[in-house]
């Protein structure tokens, strides 16, 4: 096991009801800013159960954080936070709506450029936030991290540092999600923890066993959500299972690899493709290609999630690889490039972009232009 | 799932060689009393260790925290706290140095007499503390209970509200415990476990899965470390897990027993039994007697810890109690109150006393001094 530093502030406020709880959660006296994304949370009921929990409460509103959050739309947020001297943010959305906040958060309380705060990887200020989730998915509302896309560039980059005071996850706000958002969740929170734990094995038996919790609770709820988007035990364990996989409970002391992210914030970025499908057709592709050097780890990995016992070793790592496409697909996702119209020129724009900038991604740093070639290609 | 708010904010710091950075996270401008056991630290080099990370700092020592840490010397320890005007402690030691550490933090804060602070059960306020572990054994670096005994009444309580602001863990300071130290920890850590995953099944796959991680963790290490206690993955896998298994991490929104450690306290309050070695006699009787209310979980765990498949519910219920047992003697601990020279006079003593105070312990609040009686007899 490496050395590590392992620590997270956010208090967790779980369960049915508890937006009422908001006001007091909330300190006493600040200039309080409600940031929002497209206005579902008109639709869902949210808005109405944020507004009732802080009846009594002054604060103003700023609307329009899309998907893959844009720096362009974030500007004006911090612009109008620090003419109002907000000095506290509630993110009332999906985790786009949360890591847009993230920045806007560090805008607020600093001069620097909210691009330049993105590029710097770590904001070290930032004004305190919370967060009322309404999609379960990526980890954001207990976790430093967010991810920022930069219209002008077609650029996407996270960074990190920003954890929220508190964040609100009532699983009953998930019935009103389609059916593909919930498949990109379940996908994301899957391969979020593939990121963290499809590594160099024996690093840590308790965080593979956490990991495999993770992958396992995941893949046993998704076909009972398909069927019943509304049963709360299993929205539940879905909207657990999304804030754990990413939350740094799962990675004291290992290495990490994040590659696909990588690859899938590309096809995002150039194709606009939700996060969590992006995924679904990278991660199968990275597996394909880095096969040998992950095969400790897809062994173990093919044993303990999907049973995979018989055969020779390069069998197993196949049938492993098969099986992990297969869940996506079961999702009711689509897992191949073509399916979605991508062909050669976008695999080459990415390999491209990634070997000009000299960028050499995941566990092993060997991740390069060339190799996410060979990965994409696998996923035509 | 139940709703529940978690929130645990302690820094852990997990390593080879992070006792150097102790000067770095401690603040600037504190007034620093170090607490003590009973001079261990002086022969595993922890003591120089920490007087070398503190260099060109002030502060002032208080030794003698026992085992099973007694109100009577920790009201010593707050005196000589207040006296010298103390706004910072630092625990160097084992669970029970950080125990009673968390009792003198919070006795410090206040007026209210020490013992009185147990007995309400939440520190209201304390002084900031932290912790340099040189035991893995109780969760206490990373939660916010502590467990107090008062000698003159042979009374052992815990309680609550009192959360390091960082723990240093290195694994190698583990190297000069006892075979009898690292046994009674792995036990330790394997109940805290079992007290909060031995309930009604089904509240949540991914705490069922996390705690099984913890047991599947300490079942597999533990006779590696028996038979090479320098190891350094092992005894990182160790001091992790019983961190983990007793941070509030693996009991979200979910029931929780700890009937076994109210009759373990008594074990040692009366007779002096190490904790974890308590918890080893007791909690076979404990899911012994209680079979037909547990029998739900105990099939799952027969099935995911032990490999229990064959056979009716009724004999694979009984071989994962057999199963338990014999993984405490595994670690070399006796299981029986008889190998302790206990007998029916103790048993009496405990049963009365909760009896009287009309306790009710368990998940189900059934767990009744006759219930204890028999509890203890199927452990003679």
Redesign the interface.
């Known amino acids: 096991?490496?050395?590590?530093?392992?620590?997270?502030?956010?208090?967790?406020?779980?369960?049915?009801?508890?937006i009422a709880k908001l006001t007091e959660l909330l300190p006493d006296n600040i200039n309080l800013m409600l940031t929002f994304g497209g206005g579902s949370v008109t639709k869902n009921g949210v808005y109405d159960q944020v507004k009732e929990a802080l009846k009594g409460r002054n604060f103003i509103e700023f609307w329009g954080i899309e998907p893959n959050p844009r720096v362009e739309t974030l500007r004006k947020a911090v612009k109008m936070g620090k003419e109002n001297n907000i000095n506290y943010l509630l993110a009332v959305g999906g985790g786009s709506v949360l890591d847009g906040t993230k920045l806007i958060a560090a805008g607020i309380a600093t001069d620097t450029e909210p691009w330049e705060i993105v590029k710097g990887g770590v904001a070290k200020e930032q004004i305190p936030f919370a967060s009322v989730m309404t999609v379960p998915a990526t980890g954001s509302e207990m976790n430093g991290a967010a991810v920022i896309s930069r219209e002008e560039t077609q650029e996407k980059y996270g960074f990190f540092g920003t954890y929220p005071q508190?964040s609100i996850l009532d699983?009953e706000v998930t019935y009103s999600l389609s059916p593909y958002q919930i498949a990109c969740g379940l996908a994301d929170a899957f391969t979020h923890v593939l990121e963290q734990y499809m590594t160099t094995p024996?690093q840590?038996?308790?965080m593979d066993?956490?990991a495999?919790?993770?992958l396992?609770?995941v893949k046993?709820?998704a076909p009972g959500i398909k069927h019943n988007p509304h049963d709360y035990?299993l929205m539940?364990?879905y909207m657990?299972?999304a804030t754990?996989a990413l939350n740094d409970?799962i990675r004291?002391?290992i290495t990490q690899d994040w590659a696909t992210h990588q690859i899938g914030h590309e096809l995002t970025a150039l194709h606009g493709i939700t996060h969590g499908h992006s995924l679904a057709i990278a991660m199968p592709g990275t597996l394909r290609i880095l096969k040998e050097q992950k095969k400790g780890k897809l062994l173990q990995y093919g044993e303990r999630i999907f049973n995979i016992t018989e055969g020779t070793e390069d069998e197993r790592v196949e049938k492993a690889i098969e099986m992990t496409e297969q869940f996506y697909r079961s999702l009711g996702l689509t897992t191949r490039l073509s399916e979605e119209g991508i062909g050669m020129d976008t695999i080459e724009t990415i390999a491209s972009r990634f070997n000009d900038r000299g960028d050499a991604f995941g566990e092993n740093s060997n991740v390069t232009g060339d190799v996410t070639r060979e990965i994409l290609i696998s996923c035509l």
């Open positions: 096991m490496n050395n590590f530093i392992f620590q997270n502030p956010t208090k967790l406020v779980f369960g049915k009801g508890q508190f699983p024996g840590s038996r308790l066993r956490w495999e919790g993770v396992l609770s046993e709820i035990d539940s364990d657990l299972s754990l409970f004291m002391g």
